[in-house]
């Protein structure tokens, strides 16, 4: 089952997001379940948030995943949706 986790960086984090960078990159490398990801931009074309696509089996998973990225543990973010997804294209 796949799962759209999206996020927003609380403001004025960018130090935060590039200190966590190679770890939470790790993470994704490591846990073998992450389809696609990228961070999303702000009109200056900085890091902001992401969007990261996971293949898991359920929900609990998906929120499991979440909770222990390194970007989550260092308190980047300032809201997280987790949400189903159904892949139609690409």
């Not at 379940?33 to 929900?59: F, K, N, R, Y």
């Not at 260092?74 to 159904?86: D, H, N, R, Y």
Request: net charge negative.
């Amino acid at each position: 089952m796949r799962f759209a986790l999206m996020t927003k960086d609380k403001p004025g984090a960018l130090q935060t997001r590039m200190d966590n960078r190679e770890a939470h990159l790790a993470y994704i490398a490591d846990t073998g379940v992450v389809e696609m990801a990228g961070p999303v931009l702000d009109g200056a074309e900085q890091m902001c948030g992401s969007l990261i696509i996971l293949e898991v089996d359920d929900l609990a998973a998906a929120q499991a995943w979440a909770d222990n990225d390194p970007y989550a543990k260092a308190g980047l973010f300032e809201s997280v949706t987790l949400q189903a997804w159904k892949k139609v294209v690409g």
